[in-house]
């Protein structure tokens, strides 16, 4: 049996990659750590005019009407650039949040400025650390406005409008707020990747309108989470194959007594456990992309284990980059950091390790029931 994507999309994924190699060295990364800005503007444009951002919109609303499978191509390569854009906040969340729940009304108002890159989006869920607990949430809607506070949400800073979970007398909803409006406070948190802004989010009777006409099932709910975690998983696994590389390559043209470093037998074993590492979060990746491309019911499962292989394998890839390259490797002119900084940052994306490693128990356990 053939996993392996199509001819079609492995040319997306070359011309993606291409597109990212011209048009986001690590030099852009570089630009937006250095300076004031939580992203690159001009990049998000480019981007949106590839049509990357209406890759899975359906064509009723301006959309390419794609599958998952090509855009879980174009998450490994804005993952393997470590990309500065607010790619995953507006595409994997905000846009199927929206066309998951919306009415035709929403979907016709929102869904083609997403597509188009015009409007850029992002999700509001968690209000402390720790695991979100949705029959918790102390945000709440009511007629006098939506009230609470958000922390972190990404890319808060540059988006138009939020997906923000609140709850109201109806019970669990899903609304959409713009952040320029006078009932919403916007400050900045600071995160280990400064090239993608984290924000705290304060609402003060802000006007915000439910995503459809009934309050959210938690298990629809979910189900989002769900498919964000597999494209998470794909993103990671690029940042992971990136660090790989610029390991490997340090290590082969590095000499230290007389040899290439990547002759000795410790700087081996660092590479080939990141290379099996890598390799088992790609099946896992391709297992995760299935079941939400074709709508399994073996999502949960396939997500759950995808999202803890993909942490393992860019976090332990990033941090043995870093070794790899000594002492060099922490200091400001290297660009080891962009990859470490990234890995930690989506590590933590949509709960933690531990959160997903307990999604992960409860799905087989589940599937053991079920059996």
Avoid at 344 to 359: T, Y
């Amino acid at each position: 049996m053939n996993f392996e994507f199509s001819e079609e999309q492995q040319l997306l994924r070359e011309q993606a990659r291409g597109f990212l190699t011209e048009h986001c060295p690590t030099s852009v990364v570089r630009a937006v750590l250095d300076s004031d800005d939580d992203w690159d503007a001009s990049l998000w444009k480019k981007v949106a005019e590839m049509g990357w951002t209406a890759t899975v919109i359906p064509e009723a609303y301006g959309g390419l009407g794609l599958s998952y499978y090509e855009l879980a191509i174009l998450a490994e390569e804005m993952g393997r650039s470590a990309a500065p854009l607010p790619f995953s906040s507006s595409i994997y969340l905000a846009s199927e949040a929206i066309c998951y729940f919306g009415n035709e009304r929403q979907k016709s108002e929102w869904l083609p400025k997403l597509a188009s890159g015009e409007c850029v989006a992002t999700v509001a869920m968690a209000e402390r650390p720790g695991r979100l607990v949705l029959d918790q949430l102390e945000t709440r809607r009511t007629d006098s406005g939506i009230t609470g506070h958000k922390v972190p949400v990404a890319d808060a800073s540059v988006a138009d409008v939020a997906v923000v979970l609140t709850r109201s007398d109806q019970g669990l909803e899903a609304c959409l707020v713009p952040l320029n409006q006078t009932g919403v406070s916007i400050a900045p948190v600071l995160t280990l990747d400064a090239s993608r802004g984290h924000s705290a989010v304060t609402f003060d009777g802000a006007s915000g309108q439910p995503l459809g006409d009934a309050p959210l099932d938690p298990a629809d709910w979910e189900r989002v989470i769900d498919g964000a975690a597999v494209l998470f998983a794909w993103e990671q696994l690029g940042v992971a194959e990136s660090a790989l590389i610029q390991a490997r390559d340090y290590a082969l043209q590095r000499f230290a007594f007389g040899r290439a470093i990547g002759s000795y037998q410790a700087i081996k074993h660092k590479l080939a456990n990141a290379y099996v590492k890598n390799t088992l979060a790609r099946s896992n990746a391709y297992y995760g992309v299935w079941a939400l491309a074709e709508g399994s019911d073996e999502l949960p499962l396939a997500a759950a284990t995808a999202r803890v292989a993909a942490i393992q394998a860019s976090t332990y890839a990033a941090e043995e980059n870093i070794q790899t390259h000594g002492g060099m490797g922490f200091t400001w002119e290297f660009d080891c950091q962009f990859y470490y900084r990234r890995a930690k940052l989506l590590s933590l994306a949509i709960g933690s390790e531990a959160v997903w490693q307990d999604r992960l128990v409860s799905a087989l356990t589940e599937q053991t029931v079920a059996a």
